[in-house]
């Protein structure tokens, strides 16, 4: 069975902070993609990152990056110099490759709020 | 519009009562999935979708719950018999295909039981 951990239910910091959100997930599977997402306040899931289990190169977009670590099965998201319009839900999935549903599995979610 | 649309936005209804939630995917999209997100909570998948295969309804609640697609398009997903614990934001999202991972998601119909 598939989980995901997002052990931060909210997280509160001032604009222009850094933040981490953390995301640990558990699979029997060695293929595999992860995900996160982003639910700002008018409730629409944004895809930010798909991330496959056999690439860990860590990426960086702008003001985002994230730091995937396979042998601590974690996949974790920051966010630089963070922003008001950062405020949202962000959680992180995983989904299996070798099925016929791409089904994904996601965490509780982090509510993170940026205060000016 | 290019997105995924979700109606109603909102659904107040009493319980017992049977409700339909409706689900336009993204043209093209050969997959669509409903969850459902309850307060506070993370995403429970529900049914899953895909071309013409027979959906993968394993994540339904009860068998109050049953959803289609239409001609490959269109989605509903149906309570019956409404209980309160049912209250929760039903979330659809489409993806191009099989081979592809990337969910489009829906706004959400909030639907209340009271």
């Known amino acids: ?116 | 519009g290019a997105g995924v649309s979700q109606s109603p936005s909102n659904k107040v209804t009493e319980k017992g009562k049977d409700v339909e939630l409706r689900c336009d995917p993204i043209s093209g999209h050969t997959a669509l999935y409903w969850y459902r997100q309850s307060l506070g909570q993370g995403l429970e998948f529900l049914i899953y979708f895909q071309g013409n295969s027979a959906p993968d309804k394993s994540g339904l609640p009860s068998d109050r719950f049953s959803a289609e697609r239409t001609g490959g398009s269109v989605s509903t997903l149906t309570i019956q018999r409404t209980q309160q614990e049912d209250s929760a934001v039903y979330l659809c999202a489409s993806k191009a295909g099989r081979r592809s991972y990337e969910q489009y998601f829906g706004p959400g119909t909030r639907l209340t039981v009271t």
Do not use: H, M
Not at chain 1, 70 to 91: E, G, P, R, W
């Open chain 1, 1 to 116: 069975a598939q989980k995901v951990t997002q052990a931060q239910t909210e997280i509160s910091v001032v604009e222009k902070e850094d933040v981490t959100l953390d995301c640990v997930y558990e699979t029997r599977d060695t293929t595999y993609y992860l995900f996160w997402y982003k639910q700002p306040p008018s409730g629409e899931l944004v895809f930010l990152i798909r991330r496959n289990s056999f690439d860990e190169q860590n990426e960086i977009s702008g003001r985002y990056s994230w730091n995937f670590q396979k042998s601590t099965s974690s996949f974790n998201f920051t966010i630089t110099a963070s922003q008001v319009v950062d405020s949202a839900v962000y959680f992180c999935a995983l989904s299996e490759i070798n099925t016929n549903a791409g089904k994904s599995t996601f965490g509780d979610g982090t509510t993170l709020t940026v205060k000016p």
